[in-house]
Antibody, heavy 120, light 109 residues
């Protein structure tokens, strides 16, 4: 069974840092691009970041550019999101998701989400 | 950046009704348009990709269509489990970036 499991969410003060992880299983992780998507409380979905299978292509939403860094370890089947200079508006459930080129880069596998709360 | 304008934001309907949700792109997005269903406290679920292709396992009462920069998700006969929030999403292959529509909350009348 294909599975993504996020971890690392926590309560953090404004200006603080946090590192999210996403562990993949049930598929060949190194063959797929990966993304982070977040959802603020009561709000819609917001794409955060994208990384290609080899890490050669990386992109970010303007709202996180310069503060967040996406990375992956294909040997460990893991995806990461380093979040620095956190703001209250970064409070959200963060999902990792797998785009599939077969589905025109739609995201067919999602994790359960991990909650980040930025508050003093 | 490409913008997606989804409408309506809220939709009230009854079991058995036929409903449609529209997603309008600010410019051409080729076939990189997907639809997702999300239930409270759960991750989104992929319903349709490439504007009109049904994801495996998704009931055939769901369908997608495209007309220029306007995309439509139709549910032919609402079932109780269909009451949820629906999002459209586009992938920009030049920038490797995504945009989601604002979402449509489908509620029971």
């Amino acid at each position: 069974e294909m599975q993504l499991v996020e971890s690392g969410g926590n309560l953090v003060q404004p200006g603080g840092s946090l590192r999210l992880s996403c562990a993949a299983s049930g598929f060949t992780f190194s063959s797929y691009s990966m993304t982070w998507v977040r959802q603020a409380p009561g709000k819609g979905l917001e794409w955060v970041s994208y990384i290609s299978s080899s890490s050669s292509t990386i992109s970010y939403a303007d709202s996180v550019k310069g503060r967040f860094t996406i990375s992956r370890d294909n040997a460990e089947d893991s995806l990461y999101l380093q979040m620095n200079s956190l703001r209250a508006e970064d409070t959200a459930v963060y999902y990792c998701a797998r785009p599939d080129i077969s589905y025109y880069y739609a995201m067919d596998v999602w994790g359960q989400g991990t909650t980040v709360t930025v508050s003093s | 950046d490409i913008q997606l304008t989804q409408s309506p934001s809220f939709l009230s309907a009854s079991v058995g009704d036929r409903v449609s949700i529209t997603c309008r792109a600010s410019q051409g997005i080729s076939s990189y348009l997907a639809w997702y269903q999300q239930k409270p406290g759960k991750a989104p679920k992929l319903l349709i990709y490439s504007a009109s292709t049904l994801q495996s396992g998704v009931p055939s009462r769901f369908s997608g269509s495209e007309s220029g920069t306007e995309f439509t998700l139709t549910i032919s006969s609402l079932q109780p489990e269909d009451f949820a929030t629906y999002y459209c999403q586009q992938f920009n292959s030049y920038l490797s970036s995504y945009t989601f529509g604002q979402g449509t909350k489908l509620e029971i009348k």
